[in-house]
């Protein structure tokens, strides 16, 4: 049977057979490989945002070096069991929805970016909320001094000393820091699409391409958020000397100004462009090389 006749869109909106749990397996690798090969990028941004550290590491480079030679070779990865953890359910959700809403929200709205925006930010509602946990104990232990010995170690702290409320401080902020993010991301990724890859073939550059775009603008416009989820999620004690917890994002915006004045909002800035752009181009070029290979067990065009 020649498939070459049937219709293109068929791969980009996966296969009609293509199960939920197939598109959720899908979007669980790619979040597990994004995270996991970008994670020692992660803990450099982390480490960049601290607000004990302000001033300490003069760019991504310098502040690897630095955690490399005085704390040990294996210091950058430390908690990323973590994010092993947690990254492959949330990112199941995560694109599983953003799929099943797109096609809705295009029968309504057609396809452009209101769509995307739309679909994007209620994936990010369902991903924020499996991944907050796991974001919490991966940056306590990221933590310069962190005193945990391991991921089961400092979540069952936290559980004991803070409730399990803490593991979700954050979460509100980490919306309104990842629904912008998601909505310009999926934004610029369909519209760079539209443009490298109208037609919508499996195309592992445009993917790539698209995807690094997307995720260094998001996360430019985006740091200010970030760095304040990071003092949610860590609770640094420098900062605790005048607040005894940092309980939401207007605390935790006056607390970073207080410190460290305007520039403290973009702490981290070049690691964390330095992090998306990889992680968000390895991310959906996964995700498409999955759907791809759905596409391709259905008999569906994919030339």
Avoid at 182 to 193: D, K, L, R, T
Wanted: include cysteine.
């Amino acid at each position: 049977m020649d498939t070459r006749n049937l219709d293109l869109d068929d791969y980009e909106a996966l296969p009609p057979s293509a199960s939920t749990t197939a598109q959720m397996c899908a979007g669980a690798m790619a979040g597990i490989m994004e995270h996991c090969i970008m994670y020692p990028v992660d803990s450099v941004k982390t480490r960049m945002q601290s607000i004990r550290l302000a001033g300490v590491y003069r760019g991504t480079y310098d502040a690897l070096i630095k955690m490399v030679t005085t704390e040990g070779v294996f210091r950058p990865v430390r908690g990323i069991q973590a994010v092993f953890v947690g990254a492959g359910p949330a990112h199941a959700m995560y694109f599983a929805c953003y799929e099943n809403m797109k096609i809705v929200l295009e029968k309504q709205l057609g396809h452009g970016p209101t769509a995307h925006g739309i679909a994007g930010c209620t994936a990010a509602v369902l991903h924020d909320a499996v991944m907050n946990p796991a974001e919490v104990v991966k940056q306590r232990m990221q933590m310069f001094g962190s005193s945990y010995k391991s991921c089961m170690q400092c979540f069952a702290r936290i559980w004991a000393t803070e409730g399990p409320r803490a593991f979700y401080r954050s979460y509100l902020t980490q919306l309104t820091m990842n629904v912008p993010f998601q909505a310009i991301h999926f934004m610029v990724y369909e519209q760079m699409q539209d443009a490298m890859n109208p037609l919508r073939r499996y195309d592992p550059r445009s993917h790539v391409i698209s995807g690094a775009v997307a995720g260094a603008v998001a996360a430019a416009i985006t740091t200010p958020l970030d760095v304040c989820k990071t003092l949610l999620n860590t609770q640094e004690l420098c900062v605790l000397k005048q607040d005894n917890t940092i309980r939401g994002l207007p605390q935790a915006m006056m607390a970073v100004y207080r410190c460290c004045g305007f520039r403290g909002y973009f702490q981290g800035l070049q690691a964390r462009v330095i992090f998306q752009m990889p992680s968000t181009a390895i991310s959906w070029s996964v995700y498409e090389f999955f759907k791809y290979i759905m596409s391709a067990q259905n008999g569906l065009n994919i030339a």
